[in-house]
């Protein structure tokens, strides 16, 4: 017996809802996806975005071009200002939802090696740089929640993301 869900995701089959990928505009977003573009997906709470990001996450995994991962870092939130705490956590993170949505173990596998060998300024950037290599696919990564994080957190996880740019989608994420 199918109902509304206002705790989480939707599960189009449990619950009463709208195609989650019929919320925005998908072409825009797979022509942002084509030409290697981040982006960010903002709307107020509660309105739909991660049912949209786990839906667009099978979408891009079910056309055979991509390897597409949706993770949520809002556990790295109480890292706070503490850099390595933050990425451990947010690639802890990225290492759970990739083995619970992929199977795929790489991130957990490597993640405290790397953060031991590259220290957390850039650890982020060499286990997502080693994964790319690894895989067949480009890997487009879908980041709920990154806005929980603040300070000199927030700021290494972006210039790690930002400094992988120009090394996509071979040897880093393609998005």
């Not at 079910?62 to 870092?73: A, F, H, R, V």
């Not at 090696?113 to 480009?138: D, T």
Request: charge should be negative.
């Amino acid at each position: 017996m199918r109902f509304f869900n206002t705790a989480g995701p939707v599960n189009c089959v449990k619950h009463y809802c709208l195609d989650p990928l019929s919320r925005f505009d998908l072409e825009e977003i797979l022509s942002l996806i084509r030409q290697e573009k981040y982006f960010v997906l903002h709307a107020p709470r509660q309105t739909g975005k991660t049912s949209c990001m786990l839906a667009l996450m099978k979408y891009l995994n079910d056309t055979g071009e991509y390897l597409s991962l949706y993770t949520n870092i809002e556990s790295a939130q109480v890292a706070r200002e503490d850099v390595t705490s933050g990425i451990r956590s947010v690639m802890s993170s990225i290492g759970i939802y990739a083995r619970d949505f992929l199977g795929n173990q790489f991130v957990l596998d490597n993640d405290n090696e790397i953060l031991q060998k590259r220290g957390a300024y850039n650890a982020l950037e060499e286990v997502l740089s080693q994964w790319s290599s690894h895989e067949q696919l480009p890997i487009v990564l879908i980041i709920d929640e990154i806005d929980a994080l603040i300070g000199d957190t927030l700021i290494s996880l972006l210039r790690q993301l930002r400094s992988g740019y120009s090394r996509r989608p071979a040897t880093f994420l393609h998005l």
